[in-house]
């Protein structure tokens, strides 16, 4: 499989970032590319009010995304916000095949984290996706799932063989090592490539410094062995990568960690014990 990453700086104008989103698409379209992920908030930066930025999955941004699918025959996966039920928004990731409808992961682990409280006003989804894509099952999950190996290991199990991660990773101290050590570790878990896509780190020195998780760059394409098989900087930047999907069945035949693994009994809390 050829798979483009899209290592972006998206702003806080949707319509912008939709210019950047189609030029970076045509180009992997123009170099084979079956897909192209984006990073997480690629509609709209954090760190802004996002209430009036979010549209459905059918309305006027997702359908520009759509359209380009259609046109560069590409599979895009790109991060943006819904309307949720209870009047807070849903951080969606849009995944755009061409000649299908689009469908949306909403992210389930909220980053209610260092001094971030992203639940405040997301409300969080409830169920994995796995989609295929020119014939490769592709799972996604977003930013903070990372920290969460069961959704990584649930997303293989549903046939998973590459699993996209839009991303816009905090900045601080230790941050670019946890990140790495969680990619590393998610491929390892799932025996699945790790196409884990960040925001770039900002330009802009005052949206650097914000609270809200701006990005950070170090996008990473992990073999489903936990090896490295592309890196970015911290900057803007974009890749086509080929993959080879017979990894995938090596290391879950090799590493058999999804084969080997059993149910722990949870601990009862309240139950006496010694």
């Not at 046939?159 to 991660?165: D, E, K, R, S, T």
């Not at 701006?214 to 080929?242: C, K, M, N, W």
């Amino acid at each position: 499989m050829r798979l483009a990453m899209a290592q972006i700086s998206s702003s806080e104008h949707p319509v912008k970032n939709l210019e950047v989103i189609r030029d970076r698409t045509r180009d992997a379209a123009a170099n084979g590319a079956e897909l192209i992920v984006f990073p997480e908030a690629a509609m709209c930066r954090f760190g802004v009010p996002l209430t009036s930025v979010a549209q459905p999955l059918d309305g006027p941004w997702a359908n520009s995304v759509v359209q380009l699918a259609d046109d560069q025959q590409i599979t895009v996966i790109a991060g943006m916000f819904t309307p949720a039920a209870d009047g807070r928004i849903h951080n969606t990731i849009l995944v755009a095949r061409p000649g299908r409808d689009p469908v949306g992961y909403h992210k389930i682990h909220l980053f209610d984290a260092f001094n971030f409280a992203e639940s405040r006003t997301i409300a969080p989804g409830s169920e994995p996706l796995v989609v295929d894509v020119a014939g490769t099952s592709i799972g996604i999950a977003t930013c903070y799932d990372i920290r969460f190996p069961n959704l990584f290991t649930e997303l293989a199990r549903r046939g998973a063989q590459v699993i996209a991660v839009p991303t816009s990773w905090g900045s601080g101290p230790g941050k670019q090592a946890q990140w790495e050590t969680l990619t590393a570790a998610r491929a390892l878990d799932s025996t699945s490539f790790i196409a884990a896509v960040g925001q770039a780190s900002p330009a802009d020195p005052e949206v650097a410094k914000s609270s809200a998780p701006t990005g950070i760059g170090h996008s990473r394409l992990l073999d489903p062995f936990g090896s490295v098989v592309a890196e970015y900087d911290s900057t803007v930047q974009a890749g086509v990568h080929d993959i080879d999907l017979a990894l995938t069945d090596k290391a879950r035949t090799a590493l058999a960690v999804l084969a080997n693994a059993r149910e722990i009994p949870r601990l009862d809390r309240t139950a006496p014990h010694d």
